[in-house]
C-alpha cells in the first residue's frame, strides 16, 4: 500500500497557476515546478502524470477563478453600460495592489505562447474568450435596449472591437505600459459605441 499524499492537490495546483502565469509554459520546467509546490519530480509525476496535464488543470482552475470574476464585473447592474465597461477595462489593467505588474492575463498569455498548436489547450482558450465575448454581447444588447446605445449598433461587431481592444489590452499590460496611455484607448473604444 502506498504512503498517503502529504500535501494539498488543489493548493498545489494554485500554486503551478501562478508560476505558469509568471514564466509561461516552455519557461516553466518540471524541476521548477517540483520546487514551488515542494514534490519530488516522482510525487508531481504520480499526482499530475506530466507538465502538461498539470498545465490545463492550472489554466482550467484560471478560467474557474480570474475570467469567472472578470465576467462577474461585467455582469449588468443599475450603472450605466458604459461605465460598467470602462470600469471593467480598467480593472483588467490595473495590478492589485499585492499583485506582481505587468503578469497579464494567463489565457491571453498562454494563447500567444501556445497558439494553436495544441488542441487541448486551445479548446480552453476558445472556451474562455467566448466567454468574455457573450458577457460583451449582454452587456451592449443591454445598452441598446435600454437606449443608452444606439438602437442600429451592430452588436456582433463592437463585441469584435470591444474583445480585441480587450487582447491588445492585456498584452501592452504584459509588455509593462503605462496605465496612462491604456485609460487612453480604453475611453476611445468606449466612446466608438457611439
Sequence with gaps: MGRPRQFDEQDAVVRATELFWRRGYHATSVRDLGDELKLTPSSLYR????K??????????????????AERLLAVDDRPVRDVLRDWMLWLV???????????CFVVNTATELGTADARISERTEAAFEVTRQALRSLLLKGRGQGELAA?????????LLFTTVLG???????????AAMATAIDVAVRALG
Design 169 to 179: 489590452l492585456r498584452v501592452r499590460e504584459r509588455a509593462g505600459h503605462g496605465r
Design 52 to 69: 502538461h496535464t498539470l498545465f490545463l488543470r492550472a489554466l482550467d482552475h484560471y478560467r474557474a477563478t480570474e475570467s469567472a470574476q
Design 47 to 50: 499526482t499530475f502524470t506530466d
Design 152 to 160: 442600429d449598433l451592430d452588436i456582433d461587431g463592437a463585441v469584435e
Design 94 to 104: 490595473t495590478c492589485p495592489p499585492d499583485g506582481e505588474p505587468g503578469r497579464g
